[in-house]
C-alpha cells in the first residue's frame, strides 16, 4: 500500500509457537486463552511480522525475524515454519538482498535478529544484507554481548556479531533519531535496554513498526505485557504514549508477533481495525 512518500509491504518473516505464559506474564490465562488459544503444550501460534519499504528509490527492511540458522532442537521446540519468509517476500517484490540500503531491527532478541545473518556456503556464518546500513541502539549492542541471567536465552551472537566484523554496516544509535528522511528510531527500552519503535513519517502520515512492546492484539491493552520484560513498568509507560499518539493521529501500526492482521489502527475504546492492503 501507498502510504505518503512510503510504499510499504507487509513482511511475514516466519510462523513460530511460543509459550502462553511467556507472552503474557502475569496475565492469567483464563483471560489471554479466550484470545489466544494454546496447544497441549500452553503454544500459541505467533509470526514474526515487519514491514517492506520502498521510498525514493531506496529499500528498507523493517525487522527481520528468526531466520534460518536455529539449530534443529531449537526450530522444533517453537515449530518454526517458513523460515525464509524474508528472502522470499523480497523476492516476490523483485529485491536482491544486495539492493537493501537499510535495514532496521526493533531489539536484537533471536526472534527479531536472526534474518540479519546466514549460514554461508563455507561454514561459517554471514551477513544477509552485505551493502545496507543497519542502526542498532549502543544499550541494546552492549546488552547483547553481557546479557543477565535472565536474558542470556533471548540473544544469539551469531545473529549479530559479524555486524561489526569488518563490514563496518553498523552504525550505533543513543537514542532518538531520524536516519533517512522520514525514517525514525524511538528509543523506548523496557522490553530491552536498547528496544526502540520504527517510524515511518510521510507528512502527516506515520507508520510504527512497534516491536514487542506491542506483541499481538490483547498487548494493546497497556498492562498486558510479555513475562520477558525486563522494565515492566517503562513498557507500560511507553506504550500508554505511543498507542495514545497512534489513536489520535491515525498511525498505521504493525505488531511484532500477531499471526492475524497484524497490522492496523486503534481505534476509540480499544478497538482493533486490521489495514486491508496490508495482510
Ligand atoms: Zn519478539
Not at 502475569?26 to 514491514?51: R, S, Y
Not at 519499504?53 to 540458522?69: D, H, Y
Not at 502527516?204 to 498486558?224: I, N, S, Y
Request: hydrophobic share 40%.
Amino acid at each position: 500500500m501507498q502510504l505518503g512518500d512510503f510504499e510499504l509491504y507487509l513482511l511475514i518473516a516466519g510462523r513460530w509457537k511460543a509459550d502462553g505464559g511467556l507472552m503474557f506474564g502475569v496475565v492469567p490465562k483464563v483471560l489471554w486463552e479466550k484470545q489466544k488459544p494454546a496447544d497441549a503444550n500452553n503454544m500459541i501460534d505467533c509470526a514474526c511480522v515487519g514491514v517492506i519499504a520502498r521510498v525514493n528509490g531506496r529499500v528498507i527492511v523493517c525487522e527481520t525475524g528468526i531466520g534460518t540458522k536455529l539449530s534443529e532442537k531449537r526450530a522444533q521446540q517453537v515449530e518454526l515454519r517458513e523460515p525464509e519468509g524474508l528472502l522470499h517476500s523480497l523476492q516476490r517484490l523483485g529485491i536482491r538482498p544486495e539492493e537493501v540500503d537499510a535495514v532496521l531491527t526493533t531489539h536484537l532478541h533471536w526472534d527479531h535478529a536472526g534474518g540479519l545473518t546466514r549460514r554461508s556456503e563455507r561454514g561459517g556464518v554471514e551477513l544477509t544484507f552485505k551493502r545496507a546500513r543497519h542502526f542498532v541502539q549502543r544499550s541494546e549492542w552492549d546488552f547483547a554481548l553481557h546479557p543477565d541471567v535472565r536474558s542470556k536465552s533471548g540473544y544469539i551472537t551469531d545473529d549479530f556479531t559479524p555486524l561489526a566484523d569488518g563490514h563496518k554496516l553498523i552504525e550505533f544509535l543513543d537514542g532518538d533519531a531520524e536516519v533517512m528522511p522520514g525514517v525514525h528510531l524511538r528509543h523506548v527500552g523496557g522490553h530491552t535496554p536498547g528496544s526502540q519503535v520504527i517510524v515511518l513519517r510521510s507528512g502527516e502520515l506515520a507508520c510504527a513498526v512497534v516491536g514487542d512492546l506491542v506483541a499481538q492484539t490483547p498487548h494493546l491493552k497497556v498492562a498486558w505485557n510479555m513475562s520477558a520484560d525486563i522494565e515492566p513498568l517503562r513498557v507500560f509507560e511507553e506504550k500508554a504514549r505511543l498507542l495514545e499518539e497512534a489513536e489520535k493521529h491515525r498511525w498505521l501500526l504493525v505488531l511484532s508477533h500477531e499471526p492475524d492482521q497484524p497490522a492496523g489502527y486503534l481505534e476509540e475504546g480499544g478497538r482493533w481495525r486490521p489495514e486491508p492492503r496490508l495482510s
